[in-house]
């Protein structure tokens, strides 16, 4: 099971939309919207779980692929950076 980033994403898309688009790939298992809490509206960027050689399809298909104008930028989720990003600040 691969875990896939899908960023640039327009702030009106559903999940229904997104995940028409990654089942022209094969069977999406799981996905996740990032909302904003107030609005409801896409925070542009979400993910989406699919088996290894569906999601390395879907990577290739749909990374760059333009969706209402704007560029998707479609990858394979990278563990977080303990000592970058997020967590606590010493």
């Known amino acids: 099971m691969k875990k ?3 960023g640039n994403l327009p702030t009106d898309i559903s999940d229904e939309e997104l995940t028409e688009l ?3 790939h094969g069977r ?3 996905l996740r919207l990032v909302r904003d809490v107030f609005s409801g509206a896409c925070r542009g960027f979400g993910f989406i779980e699919m088996e ?6 879907a990577v290739s298909a749909l990374n760059g692929l333009e969706l209402r104008g704007k560029p998707l930028k479609v ?9 970058g990003r997020g967590g606590r600040r010493r």
Do not use: C, M, T, W
């Open 22 to 24: 990654f089942s022209a």
């Open 28 to 30: 999406v298992r799981s």
């Open 52 to 57: 290894g050689h569906e999601a390395r399809a």
């Open 4 to 6: 896939l980033f899908v």
């Open 75 to 83: 990858n394979e989720e990278r563990p977080k950076d303990k000592a």
